[in-house]
């Protein structure tokens, strides 16, 4: 049975004054705890949603000032998918050559069948292609291109940097110089991947060279370039 309020009237008033002090004490004490456990309760839920308001603002801010390098990176992606697809019929080999009949050797070369850098180059084995991951993602799915190793896969989808090796057994700085100059400033979406030097002692102005150039381009053009660059 619940004590009701005249009943409890009536045990304070068989209390002494001290017990009546006391236990006042003690109601003001027990009164305290409970105002001082709701104050920090409601003072951690403001600090946390404080905490939650000052990092949104963080964050917004954040975005903001990232925001304009985050579009400019996204034309910048944008413009290089757009070379690469507009890149489907290039071939590397014929690329380089190209330029190399462009150029006039500067110096006698030993063994050149002519005067141009065409007429003292090698081409190297044949073209490699390597898969490229622009995302990050996990590859899923893997199928075989036409015209590679048997036993080699790349993704689906994806895109494929073409190297082909030149090598120059002697060559006039000069020309070496010229040559690499025109690959990475010219239209054709050529770049330097791999450059070995060899100096020759008895001709200083002369090097030994062997020069990797490489392009991108889909995957799913791989099939028909590769085969005309099998032909050329």
């Known amino acids: 049975m619940k004590p009701s309020f005249e009943s409890i009237q009536a045990a304070m008033g068989r209390m002494t004054p001290r017990e009546r002090r006391l236990f006042g004490i003690l109601a003001g004490v027990v009164a305290l705890f409970l105002v001082g456990a709701v104050w920090l309760f409601t003072d951690a839920m403001v600090g946390s949603i404080e905490e939650e308001i ?8 954040e975005i903001r000032r990232i925001a304009p390098r985050f579009r400019e990176a996204s034309r910048e992606r ?13 071939s590397v080999r014929v690329a380089a ?15 050149a069948t002519g005067s141009q850098m065409s007429d003292v180059v090698s081409f190297e084995g044949k073209t490699t292609e390597t898969p490229v991951e622009l995302t990050g993602k996990k590859k899923k799915k893997k199928k075989k291109l036409k015209g590679k190793a048997k036993g080699k896969n790349v993704d689906s989808n994806g895109i494929v940097m073409v190297e082909q090796k030149l090598e120059f057994r002697d060559i006039p700085w000069a020309n070496l110089e010229d040559f690499l100059d025109r690959v990475q400033s010219g239209d054709d979406l050529l770049f330097v991947t791999r450059l070995e030097l060899a100096r020759k002692f008895n001709k200083l102005s ?3 060279a062997t020069v990797t150039i490489a392009s991108y381009r889909y995957q799913d053009q791989e099939g028909a370039v590769g085969k005309s660059e099998a032909g050329r």
């Open 97 to 111: 050559n190209e330029i190399l009949k462009k150029i006039e050797l500067v110096d006698d070369v030993p063994g």
């Open 78 to 90: 944008k413009a290089v998918e757009a070379a690469i697809r507009a890149n489907q019929d290039i």
């Open 54 to 61: 000052d990092h949104g603002r963080k964050t917004m801010a």
């Open 206 to 208: 002369h090097v030994r």
